[in-house]
């Protein structure tokens, strides 16, 4: 179980800041999951600096719990975009079939940032 810990702990902490500069670098990539009633550019930044400082707050052990609990909460509360997303006759990455799959890998995600919040 500890190695299981350990290589979640590497997987979220390069995901979430890899995710987190894209959202900074190339937020267009995003703005398909963006509801038209929200500001693109404001909520590039915001979630891209969330991704990022939680991201690498994983790979530090005195920020690893709080860090997997905000990966956490933030996953779920996205989650429901990924749904709206899988409602769209064209969603915003991938074909219908990828959207569709999305949706349960969020829950996956969300279990593992479960367990690294449980281990840290």
């Known amino acids: 179980m500890e190695i299981l810990i350990i290589v979640l702990k590497i997987i979220f902490g390069s995901f979430f800041s890899f995710a987190g500069i894209m959202h900074l670098i190339k937020p267009k990539i995003f703005n398909g999951f963006i509801p038209k009633i929200f500001p693109k550019k404001i909520v590039n930044i915001v979630i ?23 990966i956490l909460f933030l996953l779920i509360f996205l989650l429901p975009i990924h749904v709206w997303d899988a409602t769209k006759i064209k969603p915003a990455i991938g074909s219908k079939k990828i959207a569709m799959v999305r949706i349960p890998f969020q829950f996956v995600l969300i279990y593992g940032a479960y367990l690294i919040y449980l281990n840290a």
């Not at 891209?48 to 609990?69: C, D, H, P």
């Open 48 to 70: 891209g600096l969330l991704e990022l400082i939680l991201g690498l707050g994983v790979f530090f052990s005195t920020t690893q719990e709080i860090s997997a609990l905000g």
